[in-house]
């Protein structure tokens, strides 16, 4: 059975620090990978998407960025945080056809202070 | 690009019926999908919607239309288990994205 594993589970970092949290999937091959980043009591915002080793869209201009070094590996970065980069980042996979069924991850809290 | 509106809150007792309407713009349409997420967890998968009409899993039931760029979600014999954040969804574009509503509250009182 496929699953997805991200890290940390929560993590509190300084204005101007860098981050980087990580993203794997067992037990499929190549899946489509996603972040999205919830504020506080809102919808989730698409960041980042993958449909291969290597190939990464951006959804929004910000201060992240993300790569996919593997297959099913997923790494969400930045070099210097901004308090505004608060929130909970969940990393999904899905397959490739339209089905509209997301496999999300058990979540990152990020806390910038 | 895509939007989507759903009602921030709703409130239902237990045993009732529940409906959470989502209406959506877009660009480029394959389907409505409809996610649950409880407070501090990950969003689950509930059902999709790819064409006109009425899907049923268990207690939840799921409506599409396209013509009206309307969906919405039925939970039945609602319990206290069901208290979460429902997320409609709209995919469409490139590499199967969704884009997701910003949530309709769902408190279920005794």
């Known amino acids: 059975s496929q699953t997805i594993h991200q890290w940390p589970a929560t993590l509190v970092q300084p204005v101007g620090s860098p981050l980087s949290l990580e993203c794997t999937v067992e037990?499929?091959?190549?899946?489509?990978l996603y972040w999205y980043r919830q504020a506080a009591g809102r919808g989730l915002q698409l960041l980042f998407y993958s449909v291969g080793i290597g190939q990464i869209s951006s959804e929004v201009p910000q201060n992240l960025s993300a790569s996919r070094p593997q297959d099913r590996q997923f790494i969400l970065s930045s070099k210097k945080l901004l308090l505004s980069d608060s929130g909970f980042y969940l990393c999904?996979?899905?397959?490739?056809?339209?089905?509209?069924?997301?496999?999300f991850g058990e979540g990152s809290r990020l806390t910038v202070l | 690009g895509q939007s989507l509106e759903q009602p921030s809150e709703v409130t239902a007792v237990e045993g009732a019926i529940v409906q959470i309407n989502c209406t959506y713009q877009t660009s480029g349409f394959y389907g409505l999908s409809w996610y649950q997420q409880h407070d501090g967890g990950a969003p689950t998968f509930l059902s999709y919607?790819?064409?006109?009409g009425l899907e049923e899993t268990g207690r939840f039931s799921s409506f599409l239309s396209r013509s009206d760029s309307y969906g919405y979600l039925l939970l039945q014999e609602l319990q206290m288990k069901d208290s979460a954040s429902y997320f409609c969804a709209v995919g469409g574009g490139g590499g199967n994205k969704l884009t997701f509503g910003t949530g309709t509250q769902l408190k279920v009182e005794l």
């Open positions: 919607n790819a064409l006109d």
């Open positions: 999904a996979w899905g397959g490739l056809t339209h089905n509209g069924e997301l496999f």
């Open positions: 037990g499929t091959s190549n899946p489509n």
